[in-house]
């Protein structure tokens, strides 16, 4: 039973977190045993801050690997190098240290990232790029290259990069265990474990009410799960009765068990707390403030939950709520800018500024070929074109030197600092803010009167998608510990699009708009064209 079930083990040995702590799935606990035991090859966990699933994982870790189920090792990544240091120190070593059952199958505890144990090999590393200089297109992390796993753990992924995640994974190439475990508190919707959640069978913790029998949520129900009495406090209630629930009356249940033998999730949060009164989550939840916390906090650290302001993400509606009646025109006479962003598609987004403050969008399109383009250019009388320079960057340039309109390349710099973006003139490239860019087009979207886009149809509603898959939330730097803001991508269907808008609007900067003379002469030069004279038209 012990070499099978990592709960039983742990009850057997009687483990100890340290000399002090005892590791003990109490009644208010008990969400922890399925996990313990939980033999899925992928799992993700969002949940609120100090839940105990480090604890969980790392139990797991240690005993599969003294019972040999991972031969070639764990790797427990965290987001940076400081942060597996003090995991180390605080509680890995300790751990190994308060019991004898670890301790005698642990062969070398010298080094601070590497414990021998078993047969294998526990790495505990950072996840943080070697190189991350600004201007940067492939990043990479020679920790990550250095070690072979059947298991890694990536705790507080959503602070980790993902082609970090991605390069760490194949650190288990050869290995026919291959077990991901994604644990985080979450941050923004649709990103990270809130996005990799929502694919995954997503099991919450269901609480079934001695009184009338019906099953509750408390994460699902949020705030309607917690009720205060006439006396001020607050007690966990039934959804269906209002009588109060408590906790250890629950159980995991499957919201999509046909998803279950790909991704298994799991949700909880302080809401089930044995240390976390109801009192004290409502109370913070009506009044962040007054509890020196933000509303970010309060949705992320203890609701577990995903959050961001309204006015940090684009929605849906509010993109196709500048679209007009037109369809999108099949060529254009007047000048126009055109925005690229450069993938496995050409993300193409037409534009020409009817005044200074308006642009209009004549056509969005995805085009597979650079040939595509130069023929959408000359469809639609190209005077200036703004595209992504990476990441390919060469293709680009050759491109640029064929056309006889001016082509800029943009690469955004995270790194530069605020301010005005700088066009260079002799090597046609742009350098602007990430930040302050994305800023841009998306006032351009939200403020009246400034977009104005086709008729909807199927690819202004995937335009409409991309254009809302970024979202900006405030970073801290762990190093210096300032602040600053940053767009992270989201959702699932990419954000494309949203870039083509950005290169766009920095196009038309070069296009102005027609003025009443250009506009006179080109309709009295149509007339001619058709053989009539503007005199009789």
């Known amino acids: 039973m012990a070499a099978a079930s990592p709960f039983f083990w742990t009850k057997l040995n009687k483990i100890m977190l340290n000399a002090t702590t005892p590791f003990e799935v109490d009644a208010w606990h008990l969400y922890q045993v399925d996990i313990l035991n939980d033999t899925s090859r992928i799992s993700c966990s969002k949940k609120g801050a100090q839940t105990g699933f480090t604890t969980n994982e790392v139990l797991k870790s240690v005993h599969g690997m003294i019972h040999g189920k991972y031969k070639y090792g764990v790797g427990y990544l965290f987001p940076t190098g400081d942060d597996a240091g003090e995991f180390t120190k605080y509680r890995f070593d300790p751990l190994i240290a308060a019991n004898r059952c670890i301790q005698s199958h642990v062969a070398n505890t010298d080094s601070a990232t590497i414990k021998q144990i078993g047969g294998g090999f526990l790495h505990i590393r950072g996840a943080?790029?070697?190189?991350?200089?600004?201007?940067?297109?492939?990043?990479?992390?020679?920790?990550?290259?250095?070690?072979?796993?059947?298991?890694?753990?990536?705790?507080?992924?959503?602070?980790?990069?993902?082609?970090?995640?991605?390069?760490?994974?194949?650190?288990?190439?050869?290995?026919e265990v291959r077990e991901e475990v994604y644990l985080s508190t979450p941050s923004i919707p649709d990103y990270g474990i809130d996005a990799m959640y929502s694919a995954s069978d997503q099991r919450v913790w269901m609480i079934r009410c001695?009184?009338?029998?019906?099953?509750?949520?408390?994460?699902?129900?949020?705030?309607?799960?917690?009720?205060?009495?006439p006396d001020g406090s607050v007690y966990r209630a039934c959804i269906k009765c209002g009588a109060e629930i408590y906790p250890f009356h629950g159980k995991w249940v499957a919201l999509y068990p046909g998803r279950s033998k790909d991704l298994v999730g799991w949700w909880i949060s302080q809401l089930v707390s044995k240390y976390v009164s109801p009192k004290e989550i409502l109370e913070t939840y009506l009044d962040p403030t007054a509890h020196n916390m933000t509303m970010q906090e309060v949705y992320n650290s203890m609701l577990g939950m995903a959050y961001i302001e309204a006015e940090n993400r684009l929605d849906i509606n509010t993109v196709l709520g500048c679209c007009g009646t037109e369809v999108m025109a099949m060529?254009?006479?007047?000048?126009?800018a055109i925005g690229v962003d450069v993938g496995k598609e050409l993300h193409c987004v037409v534009g020409v500024p009817k005044t200074k403050k308006l642009l209009k969008i004549l056509k969005v399109t995805r085009l597979s070929s650079f040939n595509d383009l130069h023929d959408l250019a000359k469809a639609y009388g190209c005077r200036c074109m703004v595209v992504d320079k990476y990441p390919e960057t060469h293709r680009v340039r050759d491109f640029a030197k064929a056309e006889p309109y001016q082509v800029w390349l943009c690469g955004y710099q995270e790194g530069k600092k605020k301010g005005p973006t700088s066009w260079d003139e002799k090597v046609m490239e742009i350098y602007g803010n990430r930040t302050e860019l994305l800023d841009a087009s998306h006032t351009l979207v939200s403020d009246p009167g400034r977009l104005e886009l086709p008729r909807i149809g199927d690819e202004i509603k995937f335009f409409a998608s991309q254009i809302t898959n970024v979202a900006k939330i405030l970073e801290e730097d762990r190093a210096s510990g300032d602040k600053v803001y940053k767009y992270k991508k989201v959702g699932n269907t990419g954000d494309h699009y949203r870039h083509a808008l950005t290169y766009c609007m920095l196009a038309s900067r070069k296009v102005s708009p027609l003025g009443i003379r250009q506009i006179v002469g080109r309709y009295f030069m149509r007339k001619q064209t058709e053989g009539r004279s503007w005199t009789t038209a």
């Open 210 to 229: 001695r009184k009338c029998n019906a099953e509750t949520c408390m994460e699902l129900e949020f705030p309607n799960s917690l009720r205060q009495r």
């Open 128 to 175: 943080r790029p070697s190189s991350n200089k600004a201007g940067d297109v492939k990043e990479t992390s020679t920790k990550l290259k250095t070690f072979s796993a059947d298991r890694i753990v990536f705790d507080e992924c959503d602070e980790m990069k993902s082609n970090m995640i991605a390069m760490a994974k194949q650190r288990m190439a050869h290995s």
């Open 331 to 336: 060529k254009s006479e007047d000048g126009t």
